[in-house]
């Protein structure tokens, strides 16, 4: 076997080592999958052996999960049902087979277990893992829109119950060891290194071969359908379910129906009503949107797909962060955890010294939870110079400018910093909306300036958009994509416009639920539709969120750029009101749309007095409508934008969108989203809204061009890919 290693000791446990060749974490391989029954079949029947121990030989994990892009490649836009059942079944037959091999099979957790790594697992008789909190445990396949389907949701059912299985598998939540143990997920944690021998002593001291769930005495945790406390389960959890999900998510639909009907049967049934829904689930086509942009693309993003061929690989030891602000203060804190040198300035020192205190605070959570010792935890803080001297850039790879959005404190930045650096050294302006080209004017150097477009807070949002000005050479770029990938954020590159393409096209959600707003529109509604669209939450709160006071401030920006091109958006004067006469500044003071200062927040009541309310029904036709005319709103905005050549990749299109502002994830992004419309109906749809709303809504050409000759985005990229 290529990925097991089995070695039998004195007392006649097999020790069966999991390590893919060439890779640097287990995953579930379609050559994975082929030899799990192979040593099955050998510790079932090889005498020798009275029991087996299942470990990782990598320091990595002990098993990722499924690698979706090679086991899940017969199944994904398939149509032969029966093929994609019998390959679905493939890891439940295998793993089924082994926990009813008849010897004792234990589990040395020596690393994170996900998905189906964890479903591996489950299958064993004992669970052991180490004290280590780099450990997760966890089903996440909720996540990129499928569920367990390598017994998970039967046997992690069985083992905690309806409810606490459930709410782990329908939030994809992970584990320490420890909390793994509370909750019944594995037997035992031991010190780290300690798992295997910590696993043969269970079998060495009579480790019993059978699964609680194949004994005749055995009974659900909590009980089942039918049971007076567990039918509670089921009533509440729909409940539960729909408010999490809007009804968006199939998955989430069919792990309900999956945990329901498989509780009441034997497990062999049960796993085949589990392979049936999640076969289901994988033909829908937010699955494989899902799939596609959360996991596949996102992975090659990752691992630099569009960096510059040719350009040779660099690594920035020290980095310059201008602006102690919270997003240069996050900046500092994911450098720091990079093990990156950082300086951080900012015009004096206590204003340094404060954006430090932001480093110290979010350090000292990881130590609290004991995810860094103290001799980590001084050393990453000591890795942050807070201050006010430039001349501690010298020796810098890297300047991030992080300061307020104003054209002439940046470019007073550029030039002060740029005194300090060495030639090949990059400078990166973290602007939302300003055009890299036009703040490049102050660099003596325009080839090394780029956008690097952070989102907040830092230490929690994954994406990074790099934006290239007119004069960014392809080196700059290959820098700014190696700096992104060391503080593991994921990349996307677009061209220079206003507003670049995250912030642009963002932009459209909350300025349509101002046209919305200013229409008539009850604010109640307007928010809870948004939310049912599946973004992450509605455009009024969202404004809120981002401060009411920013957009002012862009807004003047715009317009003295701008000039008589200059067009206000709908609803911007209730804004500018809200701001310049009441102080109403959103969510950082307490007061904008919403007012903060009771838990939950609840909608300003002085906001009718601006926006009076004529539309408050909410038929069931009417929301789906609405619903619709946001996404549109947005995924015109995204089409424009590859019209005028802002972005060129339908990866970066929408992996970027889901991560930068949250487009709605279960459509797999916008350009997915076009896509599995058709062109033809988006087109003919959005030519509707033109009519009804205005402009903003009338499809740029290259989508009446796309629809005239049926092509889809996707199909193009593919094109270009097999030509290049």
Excluded at 123 to 133: E, K, Q, S
Excluded at 629 to 645: D, H, M, N, P, S
């Amino acid at each position: 076997m290529e990925n097991f290693k089995i070695d039998v000791d004195a007392d006649g446990i097999a020790l069966i080592t999991f390590d893919v060749p060439g890779r640097s974490m287990n995953t579930l391989t379609s050559g994975v999958m082929a030899e799990i029954p192979q040593w099955v079949e050998r510790v079932k029947t090889d005498d020798a052996i009275k029991g087996a121990v299942l470990t990782s030989g990598k320091t990595s994990g002990f098993c990722a999960g499924a690698d979706l892009g090679d086991m899940a490649a017969g199944m994904l836009g398939g149509t032969d049902l029966q093929a994609a059942y019998d390959a679905g079944w493939r890891l439940n037959g295998a793993l089924r087979a082994l926990e009813t091999c008849g010897k004792p099979v234990a589990a040395a957790i020596n690393g994170l277990a996900l998905g189906g790594g964890l479903e591996l697992t489950l299958a064993c008789h004992y669970r052991v893992a180490g004290d280590d909190p780099k450990i997760q445990l966890g089903l996440p396949e909720i996540k990129v829109g499928l569920f367990p389907g390598g017994g998970g949701t039967q046997r992690l059912t069985r083992l905690v119950g309806v409810q606490a299985a459930m709410m782990a598998m329908s939030e994809g939540k992970s584990f320490r060891p420890n909390d793994a143990k509370g909750a019944g997920i594995i037997h035992e944690v031991v010190a780290k290194g300690g798992e295997v021998e910590a696993a043969k002593a269970w079998i060495k001291g009579g480790g019993k071969a059978v699964q609680p769930w194949d004994e005749k005495s055995f009974k659900l945790p909590g009980g089942g359908p039918y049971h007076p406390a567990g039918i509670q389960n089921f009533l509440v959890g729909n409940a539960m379910l729909r408010k999490q999900s809007y009804g968006n998510y199939p998955a989430v639909l069919n792990l309900m129906k999956a945990v329901y009907e498989g509780v009441q049967v034997p497990m062999d049934a049960a796993l085949r009503i589990e392979t049936r829904y999640f076969i289901k689930t994988l033909m829908t086509p937010q699955a494989q949107g899902m799939i596609r942009s959360l996991f596949l693309s996102k992975q090659e993003l990752d691992k630099g797909a569009v960096r510059p061929a040719g350009v040779a690989k660099s690594d920035p030891k020290k980095v310059t962060v201008l602006g102690a602000g919270m997003m240069g203060a996050g900046i500092a804190y994911v450098q720091a955890m990079a093990g990156i040198e950082t300086i951080l300035i900012d015009r004096d020192q206590a204003a340094a010294d404060k954006g430090k205190a932001h480093v110290e605070e979010l350090l000292k959570k990881r130590l609290s939870r004991g995810q860094l010792t103290q001799e980590k935890f001084d050393a990453l803080l000591a890795s942050v110079t807070a201050t006010t001297d430039y001349d501690l850039i010298k020796g810098s790879d890297l300047v991030i400018e992080a300061v307020f959005e104003n054209r002439e404190i940046k470019a007073d930045v550029t030039k002060r910093a740029e005194a300090q650096l060495e030639p090949g050294a990059v400078f990166g302006s973290n602007t939302s909306t300003l055009p890299i080209t036009g703040l490049a004017e102050a660099s003596a150097r325009p080839e090394n300036f780029i956008g690097i477009h952070f989102f907040s807070p830092v230490d929690k949002m994954m994406l990074v958009e790099i934006i290239m000005g007119e004069k960014t050479g392809q080196e700059a770029l290959a820098k700014a994509l190696d700096y992104v990938m060391k503080i593991r954020k994921t990349p996307i590159v677009v061209n220079d416009s206003r507003g670049f393409y995250t912030s642009r096209c963002f932009g459209t959600y909350v300025a349509e639920g101002l046209a919305m707003l200013e229409e008539g529109y009850a604010p109640a509604l307007i928010d809870n539709i948004g939310r049912m669209t599946g973004m992450p939450r509605g455009p009024l709160e969202m404004h809120d969120d981002v401060a009411l006071d920013l957009s002012v401030k862009i807004a003047k920006q715009t317009k003295e750029d701008l000039g008589d091109a200059y067009q206000p958006l709908p609803g911007w004067k209730i804004v500018q009101t809200m701001v310049e006469d009441l102080g109403r500044y959103g969510r950082k003071n307490g007061k904008g749309f919403y007012d903060y200062d009771s838990k939950p927040k609840k909608l300003w009541s002085g906001l009718s007095d601006l926006a009076p309310v004529t539309i408050n029904d909410s038929t069931p036709e009417m929301v789906e409508d609405q619903k619709r005319r946001l996404l549109y709103r947005q995924a015109i905005e995204v089409a424009r934008c590859w019209e005028e050549g802002v972005i060129d990749d339908p990866r970066e299109a929408d992996v970027g969108a889901i991560l930068a502002w949250g487009f709605a994830p279960w459509t797999g992004g916008p350009i997915t989203m076009i896509d599995q419309i058709g062109l033809e109906a988006f087109v003919e749809q959005a030519d509707a809204y033109a009519a009804k709303y205005g402009d903003r809504f009338s499809p740029p050409q290259l989508l009446r061009d796309m629809a005239a000759k049926g092509e889809t985005f996707y199909g193009r990229f593919a094109g270009r890919k097999a030509a290049a």
